[in-house]
């Protein structure tokens, strides 16, 4: 006989016949006489398996909870001694984290030269920890006000070969089974009246031809379309004319930036290395205290920086997520490394670094009107 739990044999013992009865006295080493001496046996032996199986599963959930809150208690623990690492308190009060031997907040140029007076040209990329609508706010559109910005640090890189923008609508089509379409669904050229004409008779018989293709198969789809071809007051049409298009919505946009890097100093070297640092930090969400939930991850404004000062022939850009951050080291049939001196640590010769980034807020009429 299988197996059974404590509770299927306690479910047996409910129903239990003199046959079953001694199937159980036998399994449970009692023979197989059956009398009430023996049923009130296996009763109690039911009784105790049962108990002791609860028991069991009891003291199993009390140590997975131990087991749990031991887990929780060393996930904080190792968060704690991570965060002393990497974590300082602002003038503020706030905890921020950055790499260390990275100022906080975090400024950052490549190439060193910029801005100069000879570079006037580049990209802003700013990153704040604040709320922002329609990302850590409730509200999804902006009013425009700054807030208690929370600036986590700024990098200016030189303006890549080509920058892009691209917006894009969703719309879907009906399939034609829309009847509510007003008088033209029953005016056939609109020439005629509303009520009257065989522009009434044939539109709706178009319609329902169309309709109905798939059901008549291809021969009456045939004969339909030569019906439809003799231009005869009570000739049938084919397909379904009544389609419309039904806007559906806007898509968020989104940026790629990709630059190659070719540093020409260890100065230069050690700045690329903290500007992918800073990248990565923002882009990445913080593990909450209880080792199960993240912080979501900073955001990013993005500005471009024309002889000296804001375009106003380029795209303005919303608010963004950093979406990816791409690195690669080596290229042109090598990887190489360079050193300036032998006390410095090897550095990349060549380095690609391609940023992509999505707004968090949509863009409307109003706002293309105002240059986004």
Request: hydrophobic fraction near 35%; charge should be negative.
């Amino acid at each position: 006989m299988a197996d059974t739990s404590p509770e299927e044999r306690a479910q047996a013992m409910m129903n239990v016949d003199q046959g079953y009865l001694a199937e159980w006295a036998q399994k449970l080493g009692m023979g197989t006489a059956v009398d009430a001496e023996l049923k009130k046996k296996l009763e109690t032996k039911l009784g105790e398996l049962t108990e002791e199986k609860y028991k069991e599963g009891l003291a199993n959930k009390e140590s997975a909870k131990a087991a749990e809150k031991a887990a929780g208690e060393k996930t904080k623990s190792y968060l704690k001694e991570q965060m002393k690492k990497v974590s300082r308190t602002t003038d503020d009060g706030r905890t921020v984290i950055t790499s260390p031997g990275m100022a906080h907040p975090f400024a950052g140029n490549y190439p060193a030269e910029m801005p100069s007076e000879g570079t006037k040209d580049y990209i802003t990329f700013s990153a704040y920890s604040n709320g922002v609508a329609g990302y850590t706010k409730a509200q999804t559109i902006s009013d425009g006000a700054a807030g208690n910005l929370e600036l986590e640090g700024t990098v200016q890189l030189y303006i890549p070969e080509n920058i892009a923008v691209s917006s894009k609508v969703n719309y879907k089509n009906t399939d034609g089974s829309n009847t509510a379409t007003g008088g033209n669904l029953l005016g056939g050229t609109g020439d005629d009246d509303f009520l009257g004409g065989n522009g009434q008779i044939n539109n709706l018989l178009s319609q329902i031809s169309g309709q109905v293709v798939g059901a008549i198969g291809e021969s009456g789809a045939v004969a339909a379309q030569i019906s439809a071809d003799n231009n005869t007051g009570l000739a049938m049409g084919v397909g379904a004319a009544n389609r419309h298009v039904l806007f559906e919505g806007v898509d968020f946009r989104e940026f790629t930036y990709k630059y190659e890097f070719l540093p020409k100093s260890w100065p230069e070297s050690v700045m690329l290395r903290d500007i992918i640092k800073f990248f990565r930090i923002q882009m990445l969400p913080m593990v909450k205290a209880n080792g199960n939930t993240f912080k979501p991850p900073h955001y990013f404004t993005i500005e471009y920086i024309i002889d000296g000062k804001p375009s106003n022939y380029l795209h303005k850009i919303k608010p963004c997520v950093c979406t990816s951050v791409d690195v690669s080291f080596g290229g042109n049939g090598q990887f190489a490394m360079i050193q300036g001196s032998p006390w410095q640590e090897p550095a990349p010769a060549l380095i690609n670094l391609d940023l992509s980034f999505q707004e968090v807020q949509l863009v409307s009429k109003l706002d293309a009107a105002l240059g986004y």
